[in-house]
């Protein structure tokens, strides 16, 4: 750990008996450091002949990640300003190549005004280590640095806590790049003569706005319909060795739905939403075919007793519009994914809790030499406990497995990988 972040640490700890008589302040600091371990860090299958070589997987040995935290949420008059900052530094024991900084931000502010006007606009940004179990990212040894940026607007016409009606406008403005250099390079195609890369870079972009109206048929129920447009482009780019050159592959789309939304919260214990939706997606490039349908998602929170919650999500769509792409139920143009997300969060007393997640996703695709579907599933299992009122420690551990109906020259296909962490929070206010 570096002198620095040694000599914050040392203060936050010497700070954390003192703070049962802090008052309550709308901005707080704080050091978080966790230990891991991924068996399956690059997300390989059991045997992969790459070339003359043949890969297996590997584990990323001991991760540790020291992040410095601050935030701030503070109302002011009738508009509340809100933010969440994350940094540091990212090394893995056994594989060296990823060792990288990383850093997230959340920035936002809900806002109103007596013109009846109000909404909520955030912007988020990050840099971490991108997933491997990617389709798009051909298999190998490299590092995955992944960047993205998401700016959301809401903005309302009326009274929308007690009217009848009310008019809104969303907009939402996404970037993901991920920067891919491979420790040895790969071959790109099973088609002699073997072309190697020893670089990948994709850069995915959307835009989307929709208007529509909201009705309010009682104090719990919420239904309303709009349209909403999208425009999505992904860029490809790989950099190919003997001879060396740059191969760029791009593809545009443009989608149109009609949307149908429902909100019930009846009381505390139940809050569903659902959206439902009909449209049409264009893409512009060759071996793509045009498409048209429906889609929806769910999601469901039930708190049957003060100390338990359930989390549950469904979605069919063709790509993740609910998230902006953060989910790993994503899919990027040629893909159709269902997904199921489940999280039960348990207060076992008042300082300790636990939290149990399940997930399943799949992913159906469709290429020019075929279509093939894999089906990914997730389980992970935690808990936290408040030691102090400045500190809290947590551990968890899971587990995902891909199966894959067909093996992709080069993909990555069916594997099996476990991941452990243990993590240390010290926080002032």
């Not at 425009?231 to 149109?256: A, I, K």
């Not at 348990?346 to 300082?351: H, L, N, S």
């Not at 695709?365 to 809290?392: E, H, I, K, M």
Request: net charge neutral.
């Amino acid at each position: 750990m570096p002198s620095t972040l040694r000599r914050v640490a040392a203060l936050l700890l010497g700070l954390a008996p003192l703070l049962g008589t802090a008052e309550t302040s709308p901005y707080y600091v704080g050091l978080r450091q966790s230990f891991g371990h991924d068996s399956n860090v690059f997300r390989l299958p059991d045997r992969t002949v790459i070339g003359d070589r043949v890969l297996t997987p590997e584990s990323s040995g001991l991760i540790s990640t020291t992040l410095l935290l601050a935030g701030i949420d503070q109302p002011i008059g009738r508009q509340r300003l809100y933010g969440d900052l994350s940094a540091g530094y990212a090394s893995y024991s056994g594989q060296s190549q990823l060792n990288s900084p990383t850093y997230g931000l959340t920035a936002g502010i809900d806002w109103e005004t007596v013109q009846r006007l109000s909404g909520n606009l955030q912007f988020d940004a990050g840099r971490r280590l991108g997933r491997y179990g990617d389709r798009d990212i051909p298999t190998g040894l490299g590092s995955n640095d992944e960047s993205y940026q998401r700016l959301a607007l809401v903005a309302r016409l009326g009274e929308w806590r007690t009217s009848r009606m009310w008019l809104q406008l969303d907009a939402v403005w996404d970037r993901v790049v991920n920067e891919v250099d491979f420790a040895q390079p790969v071959p790109v195609t099973n088609t002699p003569p073997l072309r190697l890369t020893d670089g990948y870079e994709r850069e995915e972009t959307s835009r989307a706005v929709g208007a529509g109206v909201r009705y309010r048929l009682s104090g719990a129920t919420v239904v309303g319909a709009g349209v909403r447009t999208a425009w999505r482009t992904r860029d490809l780019e790989r950099s190919l060795l003997g001879p060396q050159e740059v191969v760029r592959d791009s593809l545009d789309s443009r989608r149109h739905d009609v949307d149908f939304v429902l909100a019930f919260e009846p009381s505390d214990l139940h809050d569903l939403r659902a959206r439902l939706s009909y449209g049409t997606t264009d893409y512009d490039g060759p071996g793509v075919a045009d498409r048209s349908g429906w889609s929806g998602s769910l999601r469901w929170t039930w708190r049957p007793t003060g100390k338990l919650a359930s989390h549950l999500r469904l979605l069919y769509d063709s790509e993740d519009r609910d998230f902006g792409g953060s989910s790993a139920a994503d899919g990027g143009g040629d893909r159709q994914t269902r997904a199921v997300e489940w999280r039960l969060d348990y207060a076992a007393t008042a300082k300790v809790t636990a939290h149990l997640q399940a997930a399943r996703y799949q992913r159906d695709y469709s290429r020019r030499l075929g279509s093939f579907t894999d089906r990914d599933t997730t389980l992970s299992l935690g808990a936290d406990w408040a030691a102090l009122r400045s500190t809290t420690v947590g551990c968890s551990v899971a587990t995902q497995r891909r199966s894959a109906s067909a093996e992709v020259a080069f993909g990555r296909n069916s594997f099996d990988a476990t991941f452990a962490s243990c993590y240390v929070q010290v926080m002032v206010r």
